[in-house]
């Protein structure tokens, strides 16, 4: 069955630290000020559970650790303490344009970004038509995305990535580009696969839209969990307190 879990996760980072790539590079910045590193303690001791079946919502200010938080389920991020376990196919839909080479073909991106996300050979030849029809660039398919307008481009990377069978769906505000028409589609399609996918976990500042779609909501300030139940009890809570989710 799927699930993640995490127990005691501290995630750090080192900023502003110059940095010198080579000798040039740090005898032109002899004699400027220094940057003293820090250290940004993205996630702080973090644990939470879900479980199979769960749709659970993550809402909080920016900086709060929502993205951060993906980004450790989906295995992008180690963390330097705690334990990290999930188990399941997991398709993360967030930066999906990742895997996509300037220089090929949307046809070839597609069948690369696929094999990226986990889909057999086999199992690309049997979607390949469909995701090129989702994602209307007909003839334009066949010249290389560098060509592509930023609303071309989008489509390309949204019709492969969402043609995947995940046991694990992990979200982050995802945004269709292009026509209304295309906009619906979209949106059809995602409603379809958080439908299929065994856990679902979205990252939102849609506080309209997260009950329609998730029963448990968690609140982040900071890296910690704030709050951590019911969608519409979570909500009320940030909405009513602001300085909660700063």
Request: aromatic share 4%; no cysteine; glycine share 10%.
């Given at each position: 069955m799927a699930r993640?879990?995490?127990?005691?996760?501290?995630?750090?980072?080192?900023?502003?630290?110059?940095?010198?790539?080579?000798?040039?590079?740090?005898?032109?910045?002899?004699?400027?000020?220094?940057r003293e590193a820090?250290?940004?303690?993205?996630?702080?001791?973090?644990?939470?559970?879900?479980?199979?079946?769960?749709?659970?919502?993550?809402?909080?200010?920016n900086g709060a650790g929502k993205s951060t938080l993906l980004k450790v389920m989906a295995g992008i991020y180690p963390p330097q303490r705690g334990t990290v376990v999930t188990e399941g196919h997991i398709c993360p839909l967030f930066e999906f344009v990742t895997g996509f080479e300037m220089e090929a073909t949307g046809w070839e991106n597609i069948r690369t970004r696929a094999l990226l996300l986990g889909m057999s050979p086999k199992e690309i030849d049997q979607k390949i038509d469909d995701i090129a029809a989702f994602s209307n660039l007909g003839e334009f398919l066949d010249i290389p995305v560098r060509h592509y307008s930023t609303g071309m481009f989008v489509r390309l990377a949204f019709a492969t990535s969402t043609a995947v069978d995940p046991q694990i769906l992990l979200l982050?505000?995802?945004?269709?580009?292009g026509d209304a028409a295309f906009i619906e589609s979209a949106r059809k399609r995602m409603n379809e696969l958080m439908l299929r996918a065994s856990v679902v976990v979205f990252a939102s500042h849609s506080l309209d839209v997260l009950p329609s779609f998730c029963d448990r909501t968690v609140l982040l300030k900071e890296g910690r969990i704030v709050a951590d139940g019911p969608t519409a009890d979570v909500v009320r809570l940030y909405t009513a307190g602001p300085a909660l989710g700063a």
């Open positions: 993640i879990h995490l127990e005691h996760v501290d995630l750090e980072f080192q900023v502003g630290a110059a940095r010198h790539d080579t000798l040039k590079s740090a005898v032109s910045r002899f004699g400027r000020h220094r820090r250290t940004v303690k993205a996630l702080k001791d973090f644990s939470l559970s879900i479980g199979a079946g769960e749709r659970v919502g993550l809402i909080g200010h982050d505000e995802v945004m269709a580009a």
